[in-house]
């Protein structure tokens, strides 16, 4: 809970000075914007890490194989990735741009979970025979 509030915190500031900024140099605002991102992702680096030992300890003792579960973690991170990249496109301006970033993330995130596909659509032809 104090990492979120930490990041809350540092984000509003980052977004009033980038609003103030703004006005005089557009370009130093989205260098904050991006500056202050770049601050909380890297403070998130240690929980993302207990977060994939426990992802990695669940994998284990499910049962099942770990080529299973590499699509969805890939995914995750196509839609984290996707969302900071069109969010930070359109703090730029450039909402096209944005619906550019999101089409291609939705696009590789189904190509990425394509194996996963696959291995629902063979167990459900075995399940019809």
Known sequence: MELSVQA???????????LVVRRGS???????????T???LLS??????????FLGELVEESGL???LFIPLYKTV?????VKLGGSLCRDAGESA???????????????TALPLLRAVLTLLLELMR
């Open 44 to 53: 998130l680096a240690g929980s993302l890490k207990l977060l994939m030992d």
């Open 38 to 40: 770049v601050a909380v």
């Open 97 to 111: 741009l944005a619906s550019v970033v999101e089409t291609a993330g939705a696009v590789c995130a189904l190509l």
């Open 26 to 36: 557009p370009e130093a605002a989205l260098l904050l914007t991006l500056g202050a």
């Open 65 to 67: 194989s770990k080529d």
């Open 77 to 81: 991170g196509i839609a984290l990735v």
């Open 8 to 18: 809350a915190a540092l984000c509003v500031i980052a977004a009033l000075l980038a």
